[in-house]
């Protein structure tokens, strides 16, 4: 007995797994590899062997089903793909051929331009030669003055010899001139009529220095108007020509430029309190100075108080701007000496002409009021 004999019986009592394709024994119950129960299923398959009808059934595993399944998907995409730009370029193409059926086609007609060809001058047509029978006496020279040419006209006409010799009764065929026209006039400038002619007018000689332009800005008339009553047809004008000055048609003179007249400045105030000379005694401690308001002021106008003390040797003075009509002398400024001093004080009203509060600028915008004085003294002992 060979070993092949000794295999099969092992062979035959053994089973395949139907789930995972392990083989297993005969009297397993249970698969090794993925726990399926034997029995159950080989019941299962006997009773499909026995229902089926002969038809061979396919095993996939789960890899396999799911390469199948992107495949038939990428086959569906493909196929949708394909049938949606079909349709896209079916109805692009079905739009183009609507808007081209309806757009209209321009038909251009070209059309000749007609040549303008230049109208021919009209020439002169030379007359035909007429014949002459030469009388007794007669030379080329008279037979030229006659009919208004040339003896060598007559000559070239006959084929005379140089010296025209005719004799008596010779027929020549006589040459008429070729008339030339006359050349066009120019036009000349024609006169305004009398009743429209200016009769205020100032005869001039042009001199070497002079152009129309130059004439008109003296005498302040148009160029225009001094070429048309003179009857020029340009604006030269020649050295000794004799040329009328239409002063009818003279342009106004302007007047002075009108200048802005400043506002006249305020005038001086006047001084009311105190009274000039006045006498102040040693008990007085403050003094006001008061005078009468010279108009409503604007906000940059104020009034500026000047004193000064006449008496003292440096020359005392005090500046103050206020905008009230009235002022309060300070007792600083009071003397210092029992000498009394003769105070001296003025107003007027003075303008700003900056912005600068810290430090202001002033401008006199009026009179300096009349000065007033008064005599104040002090207290105090005399060294």
């Known amino acids: 007995m060979n070993k092949k004999s000794l295999d099969e019986p092992s062979l035959k009592k053994s089973n395949i797994c139907p789930v995972c394709g392990t083989r297993v024994s005969e009297n397993a119950s249970r698969c090794l590899v993925c726990g399926t129960q034997l029995n159950a299923v080989s019941s299962n398959a006997k009773n499909r062997s026995l229902d089926s009808s002969g038809l061979p059934e396919i095993h996939l595993r789960l890899p396999g089903m799911i390469v199948l399944t992107l495949v038939f998907l990428a086959l569906v995409a493909t196929i949708v793909a394909l049938l949606v730009t079909s349709k ?7 739009d183009q051929a609507v808007k081209e059926s309806q757009t209209p086609t321009a038909t251009i007609t070209l059309t000749a331009t007609p040549t303008l060809t230049n109208t021919p001058e009209p020439t002169w047509t030379p007359l035909p030669p007429v014949s002459h029978v030469v009388g007794p006496g007669q030379q080329c020279l008279h037979v030229a003055l006659q009919y208004n040419t040339s003896v060598q006209a007559i000559i070239l006409e006959n084929k005379l010899d140089a010296n025209c010799t005719v004799s008596e009764g010779q027929v020549l065929m006589v040459p008429l001139p070729t008339y030339t026209p006359s050349p066009v006039p120019s036009a000349t400038p024609e006169l305004l009529p009398e009743e429209e002619r200016c009769t205020n007018v100032m005869p001039i000689t042009v001199s070497a220095s002079d152009t129309l332009s130059s004439l008109a800005a003296n005498y302040s008339v148009t160029m225009r108007d001094i070429m048309e009553h003179n009857g020029m047809s340009n604006d030269i004008v020649r050295v000794g020509q004799a040329l009328e000055i239409p002063l009818c048609y003279r342009l106004p003179t302007p007047g002075p430029t009108p200048t802005a007249t400043p506002v006249p400045p305020y005038p001086g105030p006047n001084l009311l309190l105190p009274r000039s000379g006045a006498y102040f005694p040693p008990g007085e401690e403050g003094l006001t100075l008061q005078w009468a308001s010279v ?44 000498t009394p001093h003769i105070i001296q004080w003025t107003v007027s009203v003075a303008r700003r002409i900056n912005n600068d509060p810290a430090n202001p600028i002033y401008e006199e915008a009026g009179v300096q009021s009349d000065p007033r004085v008064f005599i104040w003294s002090s207290a105090g002992t005399q060294p």
């Open 88 to 94: 896209l370029s079916a109805s692009a193409e079905n």
């Open 295 to 338: 108009a409503d002021l604007y906000p940059n106008e104020l009034y500026r108080v000047v004193v000064k003390d006449l008496t003292s040797t440096d020359e005392r003075s005090l500046v103050e701007y206020v905008a009230d009509t009235k002022f309060i002398l300070p007792s600083s400024f009071r003397p210092a000496d029992a």
